[in-house]
T-cell receptor, first 114, second 115 residues
Framework: AQSVTQLDSQVPVFEEAPVELRCNYS??????LFWYVQYPNQGLQLLLK??????LVKGINGFEAEFNKSQTSFHLRKPSVHISDTAEYFC????????????FGTGTRLQVTL | GAVVSQHPSRVICKSGTSVKIECRSL??????MFWYRQFPKQSLMLMAT?????????EQGVEKDKFLINHASLTLSTLTVTSAHPEDSSFYIC???????????FGSGTRLTVV
């Protein structure tokens, strides 16, 4: 079975500052990694994903994440955040089965202020 | 891209009544649908997995008779909360797995309030 740990439940940051949201995972098999964003009372939107290949992946809204196999991490970063980035961010993993389950972390609330 | 339409977005019902939530895959066939429940400020907890034409698979601790799942076609899966109680109030989200390289597609969620 796989698990996901998001170490920070909340991350306050000022607008235009850089941010990193941490994610660590554990699994006995190869996994695919995802970051999702959730705005209030909405479903989840895919930010980016790592399947294979380059360990640095770029997503929407200026976010990027780096897969580090030795540290089993997949931290999300953005060099300059905006007020509109305020939301809940979830890291998730799934195995390679075609209908395999997504396992979510507990989420990180990114709060951007002026 | 793939879209999952979820309705209703919000529903308020009285204790003891039943509520049906629908999720439709609009431009693809979803042989599998995952149903999640999310409490305020918490992560998504998988409740059950529905498969077209067969019985749903429920996660440990989820009452099958209370949360009825039907996946009658390749584009429609429904979750019915039967005899709802205030503790069933929550945000329910469905999700269909896309191609392995595409991750999952989520519905927009249903906010259920039982009064």
């Amino acid at each position: 079975a796989q698990s996901v740990t998001q170490l920070d439940s909340q991350v306050p940051v000022f607008e235009e500052a850089p941010v990193e949201l941490r994610c660590n995972y554990s699994s006995s098999v190869s996994v695919y990694l995802f970051w999702y964003v959730q705005y209030p009372n909405q479903g989840l939107q895919l930010l980016l994903k790592y399947l294979s290949g380059s360990t640095l992946v770029k997503g929407i809204n200026g976010f990027e994440a780096e897969f580090n196999k030795s540290q089993t991490s997949f931290h999300l970063r953005k060099p300059s955040v905006h007020i509109s980035d305020t939301a809940e961010y979830f890291c998730a993993v799934r195995t390679s089965g075609t209908a395999s389950k997504l396992t979510f972390g507990t989420g990180t609330r990114l709060q951007v202020t002026l | 891209g793939a879209v999952v339409s979820q309705h209703p977005s919000r529903v308020i019902c009285k204790s003891g009544t039943s509520v049906k939530i629908e999720c439709r895959s609009l431009d693809f066939q979803a042989t599998t649908m995952f149903w999640y429940r999310q409490f305020p400020k918490q992560s998504l907890m998988l409740m059950a997995t529905s498969n077209e034409g067969s019985k749903a698979t429920y996660e440990q601790g989820v009452e099958k008779d209370k949360f009825l799942i039907n996946h009658a076609s390749l584009t429609l899966s429904t979750l019915t909360v039967t005899s709802a109680h205030p503790e069933d109030s929550s945000f329910y989200i469905c999700s269909a797995p896309g191609h392995i390289t595409e991750g999952y597609t989520f519905g927009s969620g249903t906010r259920l309030t039982v009064v």
